[in-house]
């Protein structure tokens, strides 16, 4: 009986034995070593991921599309785009039919700049699927280069409704950005900014946007959250001490320099901001120290060398005003309020022809900054000619009343006011002046009663002239608020230059200069400033 058990027993287990050892198939040789290609190129083990390409390759004879791919996106990283386009093609011909090897293809044109061809080949890989989020937002972006707006918007909404991203939303509000929509891409940043609360350049810029339209609130609310999730966010950190340089708290923004400082120690913004803090402290030296140091990190950069000459203008030392507003004017010929300090230090120079030259071509250019015309009718007056001087009077109101229509909340610079009020009175035009506030009409009567009783007074001594320059510097933040983003002098997100760069002076400036003595002569300047001018 046993025996019998054990025969029919034997049978059974042998078989099962013959189906639990049949052999692996064989991969195909093509494919065989893929899967080690796949690991060391995760590992970031470059060289070893290529020595086995090379073998996998020669027993293929060229023929594994695996490892061609793999090889090309080697190449790319190591920065050799013109090698790994021509592998990127070779995969596309041996499988025409990927979208992957054609969106490959055409982000290798796009990396060589050749926006157009990458433009077709994301367009063939758009057919063979529809629904890639990426093949969509890169053909948004190659649009965007090639400056052509509106299929850029129509692409990055596409992809927007395929799979929400936050480099689509950032793209998208550049494009708004750059066809002057700036309303339209605060919109997308917002919805960006809900759809990924915690993305710091979302947050950034969005804060950037709203402090150019002057509602320091929401910029700071804003920056304030990208400061929360980043700390050492250099960009909201650059924002932030700019808001807060703008408002006059001068220690708070040197603080928030110096945690920006220690991210990055070689920031030509930075650098001209906290020379700016210094000039609103009167701390000149200092100031000059980190203007020059923003200029030679930046030497190309027309705000730097504005700011310096602003500041040697008041330390008069119009010599060296003059070397850097040239400069500047050589860089950005266009901005009226360059000619205008240049034709101040011209005058305090005592060359009137060229000052009058300069101060012609600040009135033709400028077409909103009241000081241009202001500072032109002193020099006008104090030389005699008061008939033009009353032309430039008379445009100066026009602007006043064209900028107070514009904006009812528009607060001018008391300093100008006070200076026009005695412009007018000594050209006799009190009754026509528009300077005059409801509440302040028992603080304005005495100057223009001083001014009316002494007519024939200096009004182009280095005071007023002072005066009126240090004025225009800081009227100059305000009129930039009141114009607009698109009037920046960037188009760019990186800060603007009223964040980041701040052209513009503090709004509290130093006090005037010192008058001219009695004679004319001009006042003598101590070996201190002698020596910062050196």
């Known amino acids: 009986?046993?025996?019998?058990?054990?025969?029919?027993?034997?049978?059974?287990?042998?078989?099962?034995?013959?189906?639990?050892?049949?052999?692996?198939?064989?991969?195909?040789?093509?494919e065989r070593r893929n899967w080690l290609i796949h690991q060391h190129y995760l590992r970031k083990d470059y060289e070893t991921c290529k020595v086995i390409i090379k073998e996998q390759l020669q027993e293929t004879s060229g023929m594994c599309e695996y490892a061609i791919y793999v090889q090309a996106l080697i190449l790319r990283l190591e920065g050799k785009i013109q090698e790994s386009l021509e592998l990127f093609q070779s995969c596309a011909i041996l499988n025409p039919n990927s979208s992957d090897n054609l969106k490959q293809v055409g982000r290798s044109l796009f990396l060589l700049g050749k926006h157009k061809a990458a433009i077709e080949f994301y367009h063939e890989a758009a057919k063979l699927n529809e629904k890639d989020w990426e093949i969509i937002h890169n053909l948004g972006v190659c649009y965007y280069f090639i400056k052509d707006f509106?299929?850029?918007?129509?692409?990055?909404n596409t992809a927007l409704q395929i799979h929400k991203h936050d480099k689509t939303f950032?793209?998208?509000g550049?494009?708004?950005?750059?066809?002057?929509?700036?309303?339209?891409?605060?919109?997308?940043?917002?919805?960006?900014?809900?759809?990924?609360p915690e993305n710091t350049e979302l947050l950034t810029t969005l804060g950037l946007l709203f402090l150019q339209l002057g509602k320091y609130q929401k910029a700071f609310e804003h920056l304030g959250n990208a400061l929360t999730f980043d700390p050492n966010n250099y960009k909201a950190i650059l924002a932030a001490g700019s808001m807060m340089q703008?408002?006059?708290?001068?220690?708070?923004?040197m603080n928030k320099y110096r945690v920006a400082a220690c991210a990055?120690?070689?920031?030509?913004?930075?650098?001209?901001?906290?020379?700016?803090?210094?000039?609103?402290?009167?701390k000149y030296v200092a100031a000059i120290s980190c203007l020059k140091r923003a200029h030679y990190l930046s030497p190309f950069d027309w705000k730097m060398l504005y700011n310096l000459g602003l500041v040697h203008l008041t330390m008069q030392q119009y010599a060296s005003a003059f070397h850097f507003l040239s400069a500047a004017i050589n860089l950005n010929p266009r901005m009226g309020e360059l000619?205008?300090?240049?034709?101040?230090?011209?005058?305090?120079?005592?060359?009137?022809?060229?000052?009058?030259?300069?101060?012609?071509?600040?009135?033709?250019?400028?077409?909103?900054?009241?000081?241009?015309?202001?500072n032109f009718a002193i020099f006008l007056y104090n030389h005699g000619d008061k008939a033009r001087a009353l032309d430039q009077y008379q445009e100066l109101e026009r602007k006043v009343n064209q900028l107070r229509d514009s904006s009812s909340n528009f607060e001018f610079d008391p300093e100008l006011m006070d200076m026009a009020q005695k412009m007018g009175a000594a050209l006799q035009v009190t009754e026509s002046l528009v300077w005059t506030k409801p509440g302040k009409d028992s603080k304005s009567k005495p100057h223009s009663e001083a001014a009316a009783k002494t007519p024939g007074a200096p009004l182009g001594t280095n005071q007023a002239l002072g005066q009126a320059m240090s004025s225009a510097a800081s009227y100059n933040k305000n009129l930039q608020l009141a114009t607009g983003v698109s009037k920046g002098p960037s188009t760019s997100l990186e800060p603007e230059p009223g964040v980041e760069d701040a052209p513009a002076p503090p709004a509290d400036p130093p006090g005037p200069l010192e008058p001219q003595d009695p004679d004319g002569s001009k006042p003598r300047t101590s070996k201190r400033k002698s020596k910062v001018e050196e």
């Open 246 to 253: 703008t408002h006059g708290d001068f220690d708070v923004a």
């Open 150 to 156: 509106k299929h850029a918007e129509e692409h990055l």
């Open 174 to 196: 550049k494009v708004h950005l750059l066809a002057g929509e700036s309303d339209k891409a605060i919109e997308v940043y917002k919805r960006g900014v809900e759809f990924s």
């Open 1 to 30: 009986m046993a025996d019998e058990e054990n025969a029919t027993v034997l049978p059974v287990s042998t078989e099962a034995k013959k189906r639990r050892a049949p052999k692996a198939p064989e991969l195909p040789i093509v």
């Open 339 to 374: 000619y205008m300090l240049l034709a101040v230090a011209l005058t305090n120079l005592e060359d009137v022809e060229n000052a009058t030259r300069a101060y012609e071509q600040a009135a033709n250019l400028d077409e909103s900054n009241p000081m241009v015309n202001l």
């Open 170 to 172: 950032l793209m998208l």
């Open 264 to 282: 990055v120690r070689e920031s030509p913004p930075l650098w001209n901001n906290i020379g700016l803090c210094f000039f609103g402290k009167k």
